[in-house]
C-alpha cells in the first residue's frame, strides 16, 4: 500500500487549501479513508474521515470549515479545508483503515501552516 498525499502549504488566516491523497496498492472500496493532524509537542488527532459508502466524521474544531470527500474509482480521499485558523497548523496525514480488523497505513504527511 502507497498513500502519496499532496496539496500542503502555507496560508493566511481565513484562507483555504484542498489536501489530497492517492492510495495505490489494492482495491480501497472497503477502506475508510481519512486524516490526521499533528501539532508540534502534541499528539495525533482525527480530522476527518470517510467510509467507502461515503459516511463522514469530523472533528468539533473543523466541522463547518472542513469537507472530506473521496473518488473510489482513482482511490483518492480529498480534504477541503475552508477559513483556515493558525490553530489548523499541523502536518496532516493521509491514513487508510482496513474495515474488518481495523489496520491503519499512513502516508508520510503534508506541512500545512497557517499564518496569522
Known amino acids: 500500500v502507497q498513500l502519496v498525499e499532496s496539496g500542503g502549504g502555507l496560508v493566511q488566516a481565513g484562507g483555504s487549501l484542498r489536501l489530497s491523497c492517492a492510495a495505490s496498492g489494492r482495491d480501497f472500496s472497503m477502506y475508510t479513508m481519512g486524516w490526521y493532524c499533528q501539532a508540534p509537542g502534541k499528539q495525533r488527532e482525527l480530522v476527518a474521515s470517510?467510509?467507502?459508502?461515503?459516511?463522514?466524521n469530523y472533528a468539533d474544531s473543523v466541522k463547518g470549515r472542513f469537507t472530506i470527500s473521496r473518488d473510489n474509482a482513482k482511490n483518492t480521499v480529498f480534504l477541503q479545508m475552508n477559513s483556515l485558523k493558525p490553530e489548523d497548523t499541523a502536518v496532516y496525514y493521509c491514513?487508510?483503515?482496513?474495515?474488518?480488523?481495523?489496520?491503519?497505513?499512513w502516508g508520510k504527511g503534508t506541512l500545512v501552516t497557517v499564518s496569522s
Open positions: 470517510i467510509t467507502g459508502g461515503g459516511r463522514t
Open positions: 491514513v487508510v483503515t482496513r474495515d474488518y480488523d481495523g489496520m491503519n497505513y
